[in-house]
């Protein structure tokens, strides 16, 4: 009887592992960052920079840990949690969950939720470097998925829908949902954030657009996203961002600094196993040396602009880029990026 038992309870178990879909993936990189030093930052709390050692070794390890299942009535349900590790961080670490139900084109997350604003196309497409980085990038405050554990009581909520080229998002995030949002500015997590966004491609072009409402839980920390981009052939894209920085906090409590708009022209080109992209970006912020402004710690100029190229090498890619700041200072880098 005994055996009988074991035997039919290893049955259900295999049963239920056939019926669902339990997978590893992930992403790594390692290589040579350089950063070329500069004035006594405030962002960094009177640390002199001509200290730093300018080039240094910068590693990354993600595994993503996904699970799903479908029901016999079509829906799929699933969830992710992400193992990561950093040469910044002191050891591997897990995220808060991500829960979800899909049908055909709708999904549903709860948890930690990727965002509306965070998800739209384009945005990070002026990246460069095995880092995958970009003075173009949005440099303003809002919430994403967590790769590391996130606030208590912290949960988010995004609603997409796909058909044909079109794409659509709504996403919420409280920050805590057993207090009551707070009016104060300036404060990270001090209230709700709300975002929407849309992307639509259609033969050579694809046209995004996104708005945030009080990014990362800020009081009127809002910010907008446009772009397009233009498929010249298979080999060459060209595109156009436009971003409203939103606000940043102040050093003083309660304050908080204009990051201005910016604007990023990008394009990249394939030859064969070699990818090569450029892009420069304008942002009317104003300068200073004064404030930790989230464009910069010290911002002296309102263009950045840079250049990375890729090798393949077949499973992996190796990249190189090099920038000039807002900051007018170098940073460049050269590594291996493989995916699993």
């Not at 997350?109 to 509306?116: D, K, L, P, R, Y």
């Not at 604003?117 to 173009?136: K, T």
């Not at 992307?199 to 708005?211: C, E, I, M, V, W």
Request: hydrophobic content about 40%.
């Amino acid at each position: 009887m005994k055996n009988a038992l074991l035997a039919s309870t290893a049955l259900m178990l295999t049963a239920g592992i056939a019926a669902a879909d339990v997978t590893v993936s992930g992403s790594g990189r390692f290589g040579l960052n350089y950063q070329e030093n500069g004035i006594d930052d405030p962002a960094t709390a009177g640390v002199d920079e001509s200290a730093l050692d300018e080039t240094s070794l910068s590693y990354r390890l993600r595994l993503n840990f996904d699970a799903s299942v479908e029901a016999d009535n079509g829906l799929a349900f699933g969830g992710r949690i992400r193992m990561q590790e950093t040469n910044a961080t002191a050891g591997a670490g897990l995220s808060a969950a991500m829960l979800y139900v899909t049908y055909e084109g709708l999904r549903v997350e709860v948890g930690n939720a990727n965002t509306a604003y965070d998800s739209v196309a384009l945005m990070y497409n002026p990246e460069i470097g095995f880092q995958s980085r970009s003075f173009g990038d949005p440099q303003g405050n809002f919430y994403s998925f967590s790769s590391g554990p996130t606030a208590a009581n912290r949960v988010g909520v995004m609603v997409s829908y796909a058909v044909g080229g079109l794409n659509a998002r709504f996403s919420y995030v409280d920050p805590d949902q057993t207090v009551a949002d707070s009016a104060a500015a300036g404060v990270v997590g001090a209230t709700t954030e709300t975002g929407v966004s849309f992307d639509y491609t259609t033969g050579p072009f694809t046209f995004a657009l996104a708005y945030v409402q009080d990014g990362a839980g800020i009081n009127g920390n809002d910010q907008t996203f446009a772009g397009v981009a233009y498929a010249i052939d298979a080999d060459t894209n060209v595109g156009l961002n436009y971003i409203d920085e939103g606000n940043y906090p102040g050093v003083v409590a309660g304050t908080t600094v204009d990051n201005g708009t910016t604007i990023v022209l990008y394009g990249s080109r394939n030859f064969g196993q070699i990818s090569a992209i450029a892009y420069v970006s304008n942002n009317d912020a104003p300068n200073s040396t004064a404030v930790p402004a989230g464009i910069a710690g010290n911002k002296t100029t309102d263009t950045a602009y840079g250049i990375g190229a890729g090798y393949d090498l077949g499973g992996a890619v190796l990249s190189a880029s090099v920038e000039r700041g807002y900051d007018e200072l170098v940073r460049g880098d050269i590594g291996v990026t493989f995916n699993f």
